[in-house]
């Protein structure tokens, strides 16, 4: 028997009003609390078309109308909507509750979403015109904090099935969702709250500058709260494991105490408790060592060979404690390895600046390359060179990739060479780019040298500083074996004939060499001290 006092099936015309506007993709789950005998719930099945993977549950009071919709084949989940209880999420709860207690269950529908989600309900407009009880009051002001839609329709029943000439009020709801705070990383937090990573003076020094350092004591301190989380989460889960297994009857009976329902993994494993505890904290190590990987004030010095061999060996830390111990450990192996990949960068300059080069008559007779070639005592780059590089494609574009990246490992090199003297604050990449947006390929100033860019896909490069440039000719042409082992360090009065030889063609004279000689701790690279500036 259907009480027809509150019983109004939804017309078709409202039921599309009511749905205007809704993402259809961004609604999975939906609750539809008072179904009647299925008029929205026919036409949402229309409304997704050929999607048959949505979740719709209904709800109805009326027996013979729940009877309707289990005909139907609809999921009806409950009776009373007003005694529903439920963790589960719906997107969407579309109602036309009972005219004469629509304000409880807008009430009830904003309950249930209370974490989030959206609803739209048709209401006695009344309801929200005049209200005189604590209830429609209360309504009142939760659809006031919420930004509540309203609009207010007369006549919208007039010709529905059953008619009734009592003005609506369309509701639409969006309640945001609920943001969680993690209870056992809150707790972490304020144990650790006080928790000083310490850094001795002398730990401070070699990690180079006190904003550094405060930066690595943040990132550690992080570190061990997200540890200690995680691990406090295991355990918990492993106290509550028994409590979600899989089935209620003992192992003697067919179950199974061992699995749980909500398995709890770490990268796709969920081995027992003490190996995922393992494998979260590996997991943790490499994210924070990748992190690390990633600073410029802590990679930026080494050359792109040097950063390329260091990013594929992260995967190795996973294995070692994320600690200042072992960041100065690594820090130490970088200033180890720093000289000898300057070192090879600038022997593999050298190639390149010549012989490497030669792929064409014009290239091969250019007299920027180097001075003392065919004799091959001596070998030094001149304030100028020429570099082929490939900067238009196919389309025209104007590529700078190539140029920059080459000019970035020189650069490192004479930051190596240059030991801090040149301040220049600058980003060659940012820099070339933006001068070639500009239409200036001609004379872009970087820290160390000028660059222009010709249509022939070449590359010019002047140096600016000539003494970081002899510098940088002695290093090289000492490292190739070309010049004295005592170069720079032996008084030129105190060489034989043969080393005055090579030193007159590369120091151009004796005066030129004296000026060496009289500042070799600046010319002559002292590898020991190199590594720990």
Known sequence: MIDYKNYYPTPKHLIIKMLSGCDKDKVDTILEPSA???????????????????????????????????????????????????????????????????????????????????????????????????TRKDLSLRLKELNADIEYIQNAFTDA??????????IKVFVPEKEFTCDIFETMQKAMEYDEVEVTEEQQYALVGADFTEFLKAVIHQYHVEINAGIKLIREYKA???????????????????????????????????????????????????YLFESKSFMGKLTTNLQNDYYNQVNRLKDYEFSIYNILSLKEDMQ????????????????????????????????????????????????????????????????????????????????YLDCGQTDFQYNITNIVESSVKNGDMRNIELKYFYVAFFKKNTCHIKFKNEKLLEKFNIFGSQRKGWLPPNYGKKAYCEMNSEEKDVVQEFSGNESGYNEIFMNQDYYIVNEALMIGA
Not at 82 to 93: E, F, H, P, V
Not at 162 to 170: D, F, P, Y
Not at 241 to 269: A, F
Not at 340 to 346: A, L, Q, R, S, Y
């Open 36 to 134: 009647g005998k299925g008029d929205i719930a026919d036409y949402l099945k229309d409304w997704f078309g050929r999607r048959s993977k949505y979740d719709l549950d209904c709800i109805e009071i009326n027996p013979t109308l729940r009877a309707t919709l289990a005909g139907k084949e609809y999921r009806v989940v409950h009776d009373d909507f007003l005694t529903y209880r439920t963790q589960k999420r719906y997107d969407l709860i579309i109602m036309n509750p009972p005219f004469d207690c629509g304000d409880k269950h807008l009430l009830k529908a904003l309950e249930l979403q209370e974490n989030g989600g959206a609803i739209i309900c048709l209401l006695n407009a009344e309801t929200i015109k005049n209200p005189y009880t604590n």
């Open 240 to 290: 509550m494991k028994p409590l979600i297994l899989n089935s209620l009857k003992k192992p003697e009976n067919g179950g199974d105490y061992r699995k749980p329902i909500i398995e709890l993994t770490v990268d796709g494993s969920s081995r027992y408790s003490d190996s995922l505890i393992n494998d979260f904290v590996k997991l943790v190590r490499l994210k924070y060592w990748q």
């Open 336 to 415: 180890n390895n720093l000289i000898k990949g300057v070192e090879e960068t600038i022997l593999k300059l050298f190639d390149e600046l010549s012989h490497k080069h030669h792929w064409s008559d014009e290239t091969s007779a250019n007299v920027h390359y180097y001075n003392g070639w065919k004799t091959n005592k001596s070998w030094k780059i001149n304030s100028k060179v020429i570099i082929p590089f490939y900067m238009y494609s196919s389309y025209g574009n104007v590529n700078t990739y190539e140029a920059c990246r080459k000019m970035e490992d020189m650069s490192k090199v004479f930051d």
């Open 161 to 170: 099935e059953r008619s009734t000439g009592v003005e609506i009020a369309l």
